[in-house]
C-alpha cells in the first residue's frame, strides 16, 4: 500500500521477501563496487576494472527491472484499481528517465 508522508516522500509497504531479495540484491553490487575500488587502489588493468564495472552495471540494470516489475504488478495496479489514471503518466516519466 502506498502512503504519502507530511514531507512529501511516498512509502510502500513490501512484503518481507521482496526486502530480503532486493537486499541481498543491493549488497551484492555494493561489494561489487568495493572490488572495483580495491582494484583501482591496487593498480589492476584497466580492461579487468573496465569488466567489473559492466558486471556491476549489469546488476543494477537487473535490480532495476525487478523492481519495475514489481512495481507495475503492486503499485500501478493498485492506483488503477482505484481509479487513479496518473499513475500512467507517472510510469512513462519514470520509464524514459530509465531509458536514457
Given at each position: 500500500m502506498i502512503q504519502e508522508k507530511d514531507n512529501g516522500h511516498r512509502t510502500v509497504q513490501r512484503s518481507p521477501e521482496m526486502v530480503h531479495d532486493l537486499t541481498v540484491r543491493l549488497n551484492r553490487i555494493e561489494g561489487q563496487v568495493k572490488g572495483i575500488r580495491n582494484m583501482v587502489e591496487k593498480g589492476a588493468?584497466?580492461?579487468d576494472i573496465l569488466?567489473?564495472?559492466s558486471a556491476a552495471?549489469?546488476?543494477l540494470q537487473a535490480f532495476n527491472r525487478?523492481?519495475?516489475?514489481?512495481?507495475?504488478?503492486?503499485?500501478?495496479?493498485q492506483k488503477l484499481k482505484k481509479g487513479d489514471?496518473?499513475?500512467?503518466e507517472e510510469l512513462i516519466w519514470t520509464l524514459q528517465k530509465m531509458m536514457r
Open positions: 588493468y584497466c580492461t569488466m567489473q564495472v552495471t549489469s546488476a525487478e523492481l519495475l516489475y514489481e512495481h507495475m504488478r503492486t503499485c500501478v495496479t489514471n496518473e499513475i500512467i
